[in-house]
């Protein structure tokens, strides 16, 4: 990227949106000015421009949320910016997981056209179980609790996947087989690996 090539505004301001790289949910919409984005490059982190400070604001320096950038990109009049990053932590200062939690629209009466919607649906809310870890929350413990134990409880799933399958159990095989599923989409959530990536490998398999 070469900094140059941006359109800031008259203000020296171009908005910054922010994407978790994973479940690619819009996680907030901010500024950078040219200071804030170079910073971002060398840090590897989300610092931003204040405009009701009037001062750089580095995500995460006191709440600790931070974000890892993993890519920024810019759009065909070069004045936005989409910054991709792993969030560690709520990207909104009221603790939610993305600014964008509120909705205009009806959700529920959407007509569903993608059969696979759930695994977009269930990625978004590992993403949010795992940068706010709410209390009570099944996911939350097993991100608290890390790798080992989520890949033991993958493994258990996987034998009861094959348990089902001996047993020529349809149903049986579909909910546990659902339970396996679940745990390693836990488990890529929590080793930062997007879903995208594992099909990508798929694709990528299947073309040759």
Not at 95 to 122: M, V
């Amino acid at each position: 990227m070469n900094i140059e090539e941006i359109e800031f505004d008259d203000k020296g301001l171009v908005p910054a949106i922010v994407q978790d790289v994973r479940s690619k949910s819009v996680l907030t919409l901010a500024y950078m000015n040219k200071e804030s984005l170079k910073k971002t490059l060398e840090m590897g982190e989300t610092v931003f421009y204040s405009r009701s400070r009037e001062e750089l604001w580095h995500k995460g320096e006191t709440s600790g949320n931070t974000q890892t950038v993993t890519s920024i990109h810019y759009d065909c009049d070069q004045d936005a910016l989409l910054v991709q990053v792993v969030p560690d932590g709520p990207a909104c200062h009221k603790g939610d997981y993305s600014c964008f939690s509120e909705s205009l629209t009806i959700e529920e009466a959407a007509p569903k056209e993608n059969r696979y919607e759930i695994l977009d649906r269930l990625v978004t809310l590992l993403a949010d179980r795992k940068a706010t870890r709410p209390e009570g929350s099944y996911t939350s413990k097993l991100f608290q609790e890390g790798v080992d134990r989520i890949a033991k409880k993958i493994g258990e799933e996987a034998g009861e996947v094959i348990i089902a399958a001996k047993n020529d159990d349809p149903e049986e095989l579909s909910m546990e087989s659902a339970d396996l599923l679940f745990h390693l989409l836990i488990l890529l959530t929590d080793r930062n690996v997007s879903i995208d990536q594992v099909l990508g490998v798929l694709e990528e398999r299947h073309s040759k």
